[in-house]
């Protein structure tokens, strides 16, 4: 029996851009008033609807700017949609973008607080898990190092060790793992691989449709903020792999 834990019905996300070029706040009130400023609707989802069921791993592929930013954003809750409806069923621990949700003037172990607490987590519960989460992201010498300090794939081992900590019903990856080296690429695979065997459900965007073709069992192509197909992940990735 199949358990529907995400259903996306017929969004649509737009960005409204401004066009013109206003050289000063004086102008842009000026130009406000009279009604002036010319905005360019732009349409980054459309008309986007499919569902994924518990234990799916759904891959995410299409160019740069194709909209699976916009489309997990809206997953994780951090984008409305302008139009349509989403429904996520479980927890989501959204790793979205590197170093988002993290405080650059606190060190990695306030962070790892911080960030702990708008996950969800009490005091209590991060302390058990603060030297997992620290041997995890190969952090030990840097526990009391600003973060502002850090490199990007630094960034990314620690997002990554705090949103896995404690396994999510739904985690959503996007790209953030590209920056990280390849070893710690293979051990957070691993993890996700073994959350993939508990159950968990997964939604990845990366550039690497080898690990896309390792790690899903199912993909999704946007195409310019539509949705070109969707389905087995041989047959998705093949046809995106010859375009
Ligand atoms: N906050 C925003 N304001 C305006 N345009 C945006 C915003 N976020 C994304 N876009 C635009 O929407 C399109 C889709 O972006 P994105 O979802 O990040 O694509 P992808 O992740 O597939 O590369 C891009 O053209 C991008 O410039
Ligand atoms: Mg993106």
């Known amino acids: 029996m199949s358990d529907t834990v995400i259903q996306v019905r017929d969004v649509s996300m737009h960005f409204n851009l401004m066009e013109e070029k206003v050289d000063s706040i004086k102008e842009y009130f000026v130009k406000l008033i009279k009604g002036q400023l010319l905005y360019n609707d732009f349409v980054a989802l459309n008309h986007i609807s499919f569902d994924v069921q518990k234990g799916d791993i759904l891959g995410f592929v299409g160019f740069n700017g194709a909209g699976k930013s916009t489309m997990l954003k809206i997953?994780?809750?951090?984008?409305?949609?302008?139009?349509?409806?989403?429904?996520?069923?479980?927890?989501?621990?959204?790793?979205?973008?590197?170093?988002?949700?993290?405080?650059?003037?606190?060190?990695?172990?306030?962070?790892?607080?911080?960030?702990?607490?708008?996950?969800?987590?009490?005091?209590?519960?991060?302390?058990?898990?603060?030297?997992?989460?620290?041997?995890?992201?190969?952090?030990?010498?840097?526990?009391?190092?600003?973060?502002?300090?850090?490199?990007?794939?630094?960034?990314?081992?620690?997002g990554f060790s705090i949103a896995t900590a404690v396994q999510p019903d739904i985690l959503i990856v996007d790209e953030v793992l590209s920056v990280g080296d390849f070893r710690f690429q293979q051990k957070c695979e691993e993890r996700i691989q073994k959350m993939i065997k508990d159950g968990v459900t997964i939604l990845l965007v990366s550039h690497d449709i080898g690990m896309i073709e390792r790690l899903c069992n199912k993909v999704l192509w946007l195409d310019h903020g539509k949705m070109r197909d969707i389905g087995a992940v041989n047959k998705i990735c093949h046809a995106y792999r010859s375009v």
Do not use: C, H, Q, W
């Open 75 to 158: 997953l994780a809750g951090v984008l409305k949609p302008t139009s349509g409806t989403v429904k996520v069923k479980g927890s989501v621990a959204p790793l979205i973008e590197v170093g988002a949700g993290f405080d650059p003037e606190l060190t990695a172990r306030e962070n790892i607080y911080l960030n702990g607490a708008i996950l969800g987590f009490s005091k209590k519960f991060i302390d058990e898990r603060f030297d997992s989460i620290i041997e995890f992201a190969e952090l030990r010498d840097f526990v009391n190092v600003p973060v502002k300090n850090f490199s990007s794939g630094m960034y990314a081992r620690l």
